[in-house]
């Protein structure tokens, strides 16, 4: 729109986006060499179904994300308006295909469809591409994790924005960030809740187990109360001491009825047992149970401080809140601990199961790589990520901490006394 001051604020945040989209292309490159050396297996059993939403993925978003980031990082001033404006339009719309394209490979993991065996190798096939994208389990869980990412985007703009608003550098341009950022952070999160409560319904349907570990719920009941809090539990302690329990709640949130059943962790053990054979089919209960909280209250808080950021600036006194500025500069690390609750949440109530009723986790891994071997390579991994995170964090607020970029200059006067004579020149 012309506005210098919002162009200021895209070129600063622009280059907060780049520093992530690098690390995450460095971390994304080593997961997919881990599916063929620690996970071969696996990637042959489920490669006909696996294979194609990460194929499509690498083609198509991937090479869309890159292309397009670097043509809008560099064409400030070259390309014209509309064409750098698409450039990163384009990065969005290439990250959420990404999304989509990883998400129904997760889904399909979480609750298989689409698939037939294969009667001669046994093993699953895609038979129809569109009910991948139709799974119940990525249909709610792409827009959550939508949402989770745009709540994090909101948070970190903000918590820049508040550092600098505590300083009074670049006011008019920080308010403004700011303003943007709490604006869009209150539906957002509201509606990542309200999708998040709605996926537990569809896990609750799929995956029971998953529900029932979340609250360590050993037996059946109905209506159910929701734990705020436990003392012990865990898959050797089925009697835990709960701490202001709220009657009916987990029943709603398991089945959208303050009626509701949620079948408990024994009678679905002895379920499975039946339709596996002898096994544990029980998930990491205590994991289970505190990711679950981890998540649901810090998104909570979070919730309770966007509300009182949006009264700040329905009544104009933003700048002047000193204790808000201070917390939400703070609360940025947040929303990385709600998405890494969240996803061992997701993760850790599929197991045993890498594929959901069709593969266990112990079957899927390398039958040439040791215990020692993916001992060694864990801690080297684990290694190497906290340093790409610590760099990530160093060159974020080093960037951060610049400020705003110059303003771009005026442009020359066509006409008048200034103006240079032409010479004639051989």
Known sequence: NGDETYRRLARFFGALLL?????????????EFEFGMNWSAYSRVVGDV???????????AFFLESTFLGLWMFGWDRLPKRLHLACIWLVAIGSMLSAAFILAANSWMQHPVGYSINSTTHQPQLNNVLALFTN???????????????VTG???????????????IDVNAFKRSAHLAIVVLIPALGLALFVGSELGVVEAKYQPVKIAAAEAQWTT????????????????????????AIPYLL????????????????????QYQKQYGAGNYIPNVFIQYWSMRVMAYLAAGLFLLALWGGWLVHTGKLQQSRWFLRLAGWVVVVPFLMNTAGWMLTENGRQPWIVQGLMKTTVGVSPSVSATEIWISLIVFVSLYIALGAADVV?????????????????????????AIPKLAY
């Open 154 to 168: 909101c948070v970190v703009m903000l918590a820049v924005s508040a550092w600098y608003l505590r300083r009074g």
């Open 50 to 60: 696996f294979g194609a939403p990460l194929a499509m993925e690498g083609l198509a």
């Open 395 to 419: 060159l974020m607020m080093r960037y951060a901490q610049r400020g705003l970029p110059a303003e771009a200059p005026s442009p020359e006067p066509v006409g008048g006394a200034d103006r």
């Open 19 to 31: 520093i992530n989209v690098a690390i995450g292309v460095v971390t994304g490159l080593i997961q």
């Open 251 to 270: 029943s709603f949130l398991a089945t959208n009825s303050f009626q509701g059943q949620v079948v408990g962790l024994t009678p679905l053990q002895q």
């Open 221 to 244: 009941c109905k209506p159910c109360s929701f734990s705020m809090f436990q003392i012990g539990g865990g898959n050797n302690d089925q009697t835990p001491s709960q701490i202001i």
């Open 136 to 150: 119940p389990t990525f249909l709610w869980g792409y827009v959550h994790v939508i949402l989770a990412a745009l």
